[in-house]
């Protein structure tokens, strides 16, 4: 089992970064696929940006490929996004997830573990 933290969200100006990390407790991050989804008010929870377990493979949702970037550090047991280039629609609470599936996963359900979420706000 592993335990998923969120932290680094918070308000942005339109046009500002953001950094969301996600830490993992246990000893077996390395086995685990993740990815962050996000949420905004009255929506469906949608697929963000996926890291695979060795770190070698990454795949975004179209609304925000070559604005954010997914990574992850297995000596911290950790996995970030890096938010550029922010817009009012980028408005969310942002959840990293941990998944066992060897593929490339987009959809909520196939994922194992969540984390509580960390709210991002960008005004414009």
């Known amino acids: 089992q592993v335990q998923l933290v969120e932290s680094g969200g918070g308000l942005v100006q339109a046009g500002g970064s953001l950094r969301l990390s996600c830490a993992a407790s246990?000893?077996?991050?390395?086995?685990?696929?993740m990815s962050w989804f996000r949420q905004a008010p009255g929506q469906e929870r949608e697929f963000v940006a996926y890291?695979?377990?060795?770190?070698?493979?990454?795949y975004y949702a179209d609304s925000v490929r070559g604005r954010f970037t997914i990574s992850r550090d297995g000596a911290k047991n950790t996995v970030y996004l890096q938010m550029n280039s922010l817009k009012p629609e980028d408005t969310a609470v942002y959840y990293c997830?941990?998944?066992?599936?060897?593929?490339?996963?987009?959809?909520?359900?196939?994922?194992?573990?969540w984390g509580q979420g960390t709210q991002v706000t960008v005004s414009s």
């Open positions: 246990g000893r077996t991050f390395s086995s685990y696929a």
């Open positions: 997830a941990a998944s066992t599936k060897a593929t490339i996963a987009t959809v909520a359900r196939l994922y194992d573990y």
């Open positions: 890291i695979s377990r060795s770190g070698g493979m990454t």
